[in-house]
């Protein structure tokens, strides 16, 4: 729909406060701000999706990481796709759809050079922020990059049902590997592990001993862990690992909120298997990204990439999907749609 009078105010989701453990709805603030004038170089850009991540918790702490901490009283941000409503930069005309980093706000001025065109006949423009985004990303460069996958490989991934781990196992198999595990939370997810993103075996850790059901569900070991928990997966993980099995160390979701670790990994165990532990931001593989989009965009046109998301409606409700993110009430990414 063509846009005839562009909007001077926008609304946008602010850090309130920060928080100390688990975030509250009452760290963040809904705010009605004047948008600027465009410069020469920007583009005027009207948020449709915002993605909403769990790295983001470590971003609201004010402590030196790898990505500078939110700011507070002042917008937060994390990665969008939008249509260009305006624009002074002819690389990127009106009309055009295009992702950046400008989210949680629904509309976004920002300079061209930082924003890229995506085309949406390739693939529907909210996958650019799932399965084709750094999301998908993160799964190929952990399983090609990190821990290789091997041909006949036994591949365990923790949060298997969320937005990277139901898209590693499925890439997994296509890379090869003969047997996939998944963990998730609770006997809905695990059965979509199974039945949906086509998983060999699934753990329910809320079930309780985590390292039985892995070693029954691997009885001759696993060769590659990709972990986004940490603490007591990764701790199994070791356990069951065969020597020289890779770990890609994705993320460590059970500690976010400052929850000391209850079972601690032994790391001279991983070192008497001569394990490979390796850690990965998933800024160092964005080279990938040319690679990567064009062999999965033709695995969700054939099936062999299938995705599901958990989709909030409104930017007043981004802070309830961000905190439903850590609580793992998302299946798949986790998203909201502002337009």
């Known amino acids: 729909m063509a846009i005839t009078t562009l909007p001077t105010q926008t609304r946008e989701i602010h850090l309130a406060a920060r928080p100390d453990g688990a975030p509250v709805a009452t760290d963040f603030a ?7 004038e465009l410069a020469e170089g920007q583009i005027l850009v009207r948020n449709t999706w915002m993605s909403v991540d769990p790295y983001m918790r470590g971003r609201m702490d004010d402590k030196e990481s ?10 937060l941000d994390g990665s969008a796709i939008g249509e260009v409503i305006a624009s002074r930069a002819a690389q ?53 990059e990190i821990a290789p996958v091997r041909p006949g490989d ?13 898209v590693a196992g499925q890439l997994a198999k296509a890379l090869g ?40 569900a691997a009885p001759e070991g696993i060769d590659v862990y990709l972990d986004s928990v ?39 165990l991983a070192a008497t298997k001569e394990l490979t532990l390796r850690g990965m931001l998933v800024t160092s593989y964005f080279p990938l990204f040319g690679e990567y989009i064009a062999k999965a965009a033709a695995w969700l046109t054939d099936g062999t990439l299938r995705t599901t998301e958990t989709v909030y409606e ?3 409700q981004a802070p309830a999907a961000f ?11 986790m998203l909201v749609r502002l337009a």
């Open 92 to 144: 990127i005309p009106v009309g055009s759809t295009v992702s950046h980093f400008a989210g949680w706000r629904e509309h976004a001025v920002v300079d061209a050079a930082t924003a890229t065109p995506i085309d949406p006949e390739l693939a529907a423009p909210h996958h650019f922020l799932g399965a084709l985004g750094t999301t998908g990303l993160t799964a190929y460069a952990a399983l090609t």
């Open 230 to 268: 940490g603490g007591e997966h990764l701790k199994v993980a070791i356990e069951t690992m065969n020597p020289q099995g890779r770990i890609a160390l994705v993320g460590a979701i059970s500690g976010y909120n400052g929850a000391t670790a209850q079972q601690t990994p032994d790391l001279y």
């Open 323 to 333: 905190l439903g993110v850590l609580t793992g009430a998302n299946t798949g990414k």
């Open 177 to 216: 590997a003969k047997r996939v595990i998944g963990s998730a939370g609770g006997p809905v997810k695990t059965r979509k592990l199974l039945d949906e993103f086509g998983f060999d075996a699934a753990v329910d850790y809320r079930a309780g001993d985590l390292g039985g059901q892995l070693a029954a």
């Open 30 to 36: 809904l705010v009605e701000r004047a948008l600027p």
């Open 66 to 75: 790898y990505i500078p901490p939110f700011e507070l009283g002042a917008a």
């Open 154 to 166: 036994t591949v365990f991934v923790s949060a298997a049902a969320g937005a990277v781990g139901s």
């Open 314 to 316: 409104g930017l007043d």
